[in-house]
């Protein structure tokens, strides 16, 4: 069964730290893998995608790499604003797959 | 700004009553997605289409219904509408290889 798991599952910093959020992956064969923000009851907005052939893009202060072959991504968020607190959700879409499985989310608070 | 359009935002109506989910993109994806949502919960997706006239069924077992007449337009109806059915609704659109994108979502109430 695919599946994608983030860790933490929640997590609060302080203003200012830069902190690195974790998608892990149990297939390799994977088409693209993109990283979402949500805010409390709304929809989701894309933050990057990145494709299997790439390791790594950027986005202002948000940088996501990708290591198929560890079956990670990770998030990497530099100097933490409390306007980033939301939770951040990962998508794999797979080789052979129909449709993204999406991680469970890891809920970010940013404390000023 | 998404081009991606839900309406409602907001529903409350009783039980029993017919409901239907609008969905809309001005970006000529052929890729359309529902997905269901409860609070601080993982996403469930429920019923998706390669284009038009193409609709299947999602992970999550549903009892709405879609349907994909225009590629532009793809709403999401329930027949008979039940508390269980208490959540919300986001769609989504996706070119081919591109960026999934989501509309606002719609939160429904069935009382």
Known sequence: ?112 | EADIYQTPRYLVIGTGKKITLECSQTMGHDKMYWYQQDPGMELHLIHYSYGVNSTEKGDLSSESTVSRIRTEHFPLTLESARPSHTSQYLCASRAFEGVLTFGAGSRLTVL
Do not use: H, M
């Open chain 1, 1 to 112: 069964k695919q599946e994608v798991t983030q860790i933490p599952a929640a997590l609060s910093v302080p203003e200012g730290e830069n902190l690195v959020l974790n998608c892990s992956f149990t297939d390799s064969a994977i088409y693209n893998l993109q990283w979402f923000r949500q805010d409390p009851g709304k929809g989701l907005t894309s933050l990057l995608l990145i494709q299997s052939s790439q390791r790594e893009q950027t986005s202002g202060r948000l940088n996501a790499s990708l290591d198929k072959s560890s079956g990670r991504s990770t998030l990497y968020i530099a100097a933490s604003q409390p306007g980033d607190s939301a939770t951040y959700l990962c998508a794999v879409f797979y080789n052979y797959g129909q449709n993204f499985v999406f991680g469970p989310g890891t809920r970010l608070s940013v404390l000023p």
